[in-house]
């Protein structure tokens, strides 16, 4: 089976690299070069890191690298594929050109998925003249490690492609979960109001960040503090999802805080940017709490 996957970003070159490890044939596209060339970067050190402890073969690290060839070509990269993977930026309409494109240049018989954590899957099949063969795989970050795949099936998604497609996902020792279309899915549905409602209660002065974060951690086991895990998705992901969920149900739980509004406006979106409730300057292994949030 031929795997093409589409932006090579952190998700796309996570993905690719779980399906290269498991002896999948890679296509990994992207419109610049460079961004290929960090990412292939970026899958070998993943290996080496698991080499190191022992995970891995320094043969199988080798083996899975050549199992991947990189495009700047969508036609050429997914011309042989069976299944293309589509990871680019978490935009409607850039998705949308895609899966137009993508019903021009695959077989007909290729299964078209996304890897979108919010973005409506029947709206995407509906741009494609194969909407049972469109489903969204939404892997979780970062994907070499992170076991799960939300499975979503569009409006149309056929039972044949989604029980392709959970059975693929636990051939890749991923645990696939099942989900219906609707806004948010499943993950994103639950998770982006809590983040939300953690932003409230720094907004609104009730706790600072560490304070809210260790409630979260010591109090409900959460490995990881809900602004924290915003901070690692990025503010502007965080706050994209909370406007479809918003603009989805037209329900005002989901109206984003009016505090993630000016932070992503001001251009802190969290690890990405260095600074968003916390400030990463210094890596991200210690926490220090941004200067804006320190108490006086």
Known sequence: MNIAVIGSGTMGNGIAHVFAQNNFSVALIDISQDSLTKAVGTISKNLDRMVAKGTVTEEQKTETLQRISTFTDLEEGVKEADLVVEAATENVDIK???????????????ILASNTSSISITKIASVTKRPDKVIGMHFMNPVPVMKLVEVIRGYSTSDEVTNQILELSKNLGKIPAEANDYPG???????????????????????GVEEIDTIMKLGMAHPMGPLQLADFIGLDVCLSILRVLHDGFGNPKYAPC???????QAGH????????????????????????????
């Open 185 to 207: 899915f499943v993950a994103n549905r639950i998770l982006m109001p809590m983040i939300n409602e953690a932003i409230y209660s720094l907004y609104e002065g009730v706790a």
């Open 269 to 296: 979106k969290g690890v990405k940017s260095g600074q968003g409730f916390y400030s990463y300057s210094h890596g991200t292994k210690d926490l220090v709490v941004a200067d804006t949030f320190k108490k006086r």
């Open 96 to 110: 949308l050109d895609l899966f137009r494109q993508l019903e021009q240049f695959t077989k007909p018989s290729c």
């Open 258 to 264: 009016p505090l993630l509004v000016n932070m992503v």
